[in-house]
T-cell receptor, first 112, second 115 residues
Framework: KQEVTQIPAALSVPEGENLVLNCSFT??????LQWFRQDPGKGLTSLLL?????REQTSGRLNASLDKSSGRSTLYIAASQPGDSATYLC???????????FGKGTKLTVNP | GAGVSQTPSNKVTEKGKYVELRCDPI?????LYWYRQSLGQGPEFLIY????????DSGLPNDRFFAVRPEGSVSTLKIQRTERGDSAVYLC?????????????FGPGTRLTVL
């Protein structure tokens, strides 16, 4: 059974700082790992999808890496801005299944 | 449409009542998923459709929950005899291709409150 853990649960940083969010998963037989952003009271916005054959994906100031053998993924945010404040969720599929298993998220606050 | 849409955005009902939640996926997406999110938690999987059929309903908590997708597009999640513990945000997602590498896109959710 896939289990996803995100550390830290909350993070507060000053504007401009580079930061790393961590995600670990127990079942390495995944097809995809997906990072999402969730603003308060809103749905999930897909940020990056890393396929099992890939090591990393980049979109703008975001870079996500995947190490299947160790069951870890990281989301790197460069030059953070107050608009980056949100909860970031990591989700991995359960090998052979389409369903995503989510972590509890990291609540990020970027202070001006 | 441009994105996944869900109606209603909010639903307040009384314990024991029946509710229906609707999801309209991105046009052309064959796969549709329902998740439930409680406060402070990540979403939890409920059911997945490939076309009109439920390919995986292992996340439905009990037989009070049922979902349909009769024409392979819009889906309805139905909850009978609602309980206070059913209160949560119900999220719908869709993806273009099921199996292998598929990116799931989420709707804004329906916040269900059972009094």
């Amino acid at each position: 059974k896939q289990e996803v853990t995100q550390i830290p649960a909350a993070l507060s940083v000053p504007e401009g700082e580079n930061l790393v969010l961590n995600c670990s998963f127990t079942d390495s037989a995944i097809y995809n790992l997906q990072w999402f952003r969730q603003d308060p009271g809103k749905g999930l916005t897909s940020l990056l999808l890393i396929q099992s054959s890939q090591r990393e994906q980049t979109s703008g100031r975001l870079n996500a890496s995947l190490d299947k053998s160790s069951g870890r993924s990281t989301l790197y945010i460069a030059a953070s801005q107050p608009g980056d404040s949100a909860t970031y969720l990591c989700a991995a599929d359960q090998g052979g299944s389409e369903k995503l298993v989510f972590g509890k998220g990291t609540k990020l606050t970027v202070n001006p | 449409g441009a994105g996944v849409s869900q109606t209603p955005s909010n639903k307040v009902t009384e314990k024991g009542k029946y509710v229906e939640l609707r999801c309209d996926p991105i046009s052309g997406h064959t796969a549709l998923y329902w998740y439930r999110q409680s406060l402070g938690q990540g979403p939890e999987f409920l059911i997945y459709f490939q076309g009109t059929g439920a390919a995986d309903d292992s996340g439905l908590p009990n037989d009070r929950f049922f979902a349909v997708r009769p024409e392979g597009s819009v889906s309805t999640l139905k909850i009978q005899r609602t309980e206070r513990g059913d209160s949560a945000v119900y999220l719908c997602a869709s993806s273009q291709v099921a199996g292998g590498n598929n990116e799931q896109f989420f709707g804004p959710g329906t916040r269900l409150t059972v009094l």
